[in-house]
């Protein structure tokens, strides 16, 4: 049936998931190799991420929304090698046989050169500082070849923040402050717990003096990047002659960081919370937080219709669906909406409407309430909250179950095959490489933040002194 799963989460988690996203019409596969199309579902729930963010992160912060171009001429990547380097099998390009006389131009992989050009003109004194500017768009990582649908794909939408100040210190503060926001709203909107700490040298962004991230874990046993805030310092202003003349009359050159979070979002929170009947939209990011299905028997049809229509109206608040098809029995709907993720369905049947009822039936436990019809509104609101607190639990006990540690090299094999696994670490991007050859692609993950290595502590791989305490896993 086209409104039922047939893999299970847990027998085929790949396929389960494919169905998830492919049956509850949140995206597809495009003709274009690598890409996918975003069907209104699943743009519904980029539309409350952004509602979210710009509310909740750029008006607290004082960040404004722009737009760049999508095409970057080559010559700036070529101004920080670093970022050049580090991008070089990502970008896709546009060459001279289109661009004709001009240079190359890449496909927007991110945009922190083609926005510090702008930066340079628009930055002349302090006055101007800080400067900050979030950007959401679409990007392009051409190397991507398996789509993933929300988790990889060769173009992507994201947020991009990029801000300009005048010391380090303020800084850093607004770089722990973004990957701190992020946190939050995983955890408000989305009810995904994640761990928040730096990336290592080898896994941080290309032209940063440090990544931070946020990391999320999947029932598959592998971890899903969801968010980093990157402390550029004053490499790309340097390499872009970003300058400010500053209260002593002097020239000076200003720090940078950039922050983003992706429609990867949506995959870590289908994957997460969703289960064997389809999709599970936690209450605060679903367009619709409830279906009305009237339930028609014999004569009291036109009475039932009536009332559901005006449940419907009372309830406009919670932008619920009344679906009051005829051709279709009530089982079929209560199928097909439970595979589309609505928080709640409210059943209206003659019994009920003789009792002045409904039933609510939350969408991730199933549990039938009956409730006077007087008390629905409140008793709505009350549910949407205990289903979002409990999702979210249910996720933290999952992530917390799914940290170990390892006291030598064959447990640490063991265990990354399905868990994250702090160990202690060198820090050095060769034993890095090292590691991730001899596990066939385990990598480092976030280095989590106040757990400092015990003094005396070796290397989990090499045995050198370790630097640092790092959550390792196998990866998205």
Request: net charge positive; proline share 4%.
């Amino acid at each position: 049936m086209a409104n039922v799963l047939t893999a299970k989460k847990e027998e085929n988690i790949a396929e389960w998931y494919q169905q998830v996203c492919l049956k509850a019409e949140l995206a597809e596969y495009a003709t274009v190799k690598g890409c996918m199309v975003l069907r209104p579902n699943g743009y519904a729930i980029w539309d409350s991420i952004q509602k979210y963010f710009d509310e909740n992160i750029n008006k607290a912060t004082g960040v404004r929304n722009a737009y760049f171009p999508l095409f970057i001429p080559e010559s700036f990547f070529n101004r920080e090698k670093e970022h050049a380097k580090g991008l070089k099998i990502e970008v896709a390009w546009l060459d001279k046989d289109v661009t004709g006389d001009g240079e190359r131009l890449a496909v927007r992989p991110t945009s922190e050169t083609i926005m510090y050009d702008s930066y340079s003109r628009w930055i002349r004194s302090y006055r101007d500082l800080p400067l900050k500017m979030n950007q959401w768009c679409n990007v392009v990582r051409w190397e991507t070849e398996a789509t993933k649908l929300f988790l990889r794909s060769r173009e992507f939408l994201w947020q991009e923040g990029h801000c300009v100040y005048e010391t380090k210190s303020e800084c850093e503060k607004e770089t722990l402050n973004y990957i701190q926001l992020y946190t939050k709203l995983c955890k408000e909107l989305l009810a995904l717990p994640v761990l928040t700490g730096k990336k290592t040298e080898k896994e941080k962004f290309a032209g940063a003096d440090y990544t931070m991230t946020i990391e999320s874990f999947m029932p598959d046993g592998k971890a899903l990047q969801c968010g980093t805030s990157h402390l550029l310092s004053q490499n790309f202003a340097k390499a872009f002659n970003i300058k400010y003349l500053g209260k002593d009359e002097k020239e000076h050159t200003p720090f940078q960081n950039s922050w983003g979070l992706s429609t990867r979002l949506i995959g870590a929170s289908v994957m997460t919370h969703s289960d064997n009947k389809g999709l599970v939209l936690p209450p605060r990011v679903a367009e619709n937080k409830a279906i009305i299905i009237p339930v028609f028997i014999g004569d009291s049809k036109d009475k039932v219709a009536k009332k559901a229509k005006e449940i419907a109206h009372s309830l406009k608040e919670f932008n619920v669906i009344l679906d009051d098809r005829e051709e279709y029995n009530p089982g079929w709907k209560f199928t097909e909406w439970e595979l589309k993720g609505i928080p709640l369905r409210i059943e209206l049947g003659p019994k009920d409407l003789e009792k002045d009822q409904v039933v609510i039936v939350r969408r991730d436990t199933g549990v039938k309430t009956f409730v006077p019809l007087k008390d629905l509104k409140r008793k709505i609101e009350f549910e949407l909250e205990a289903m979002h607190n409990d999702l979210y639990q249910k996720a933290e006990k999952f992530l917390k179950s799914s940290l170990a540690e390892a006291k030598d090299w064959k447990e640490f094999v063991k265990l990354t095959a399905n868990k994250l696994v702090k160990v202690p670490f060198c820090g050095e991007k060769d034993c890095e490489d090292d590691i991730k050859a001899k596990t066939e692609g385990v990598t480092s993950r976030v280095i989590p933040f106040d757990d400092a290595v015990k003094k005396g502590s070796k290397c989990i791989h090499c045995g050198k002194e370790a630097k640092v305490n790092v959550y390792f896993s196998r990866a998205y």
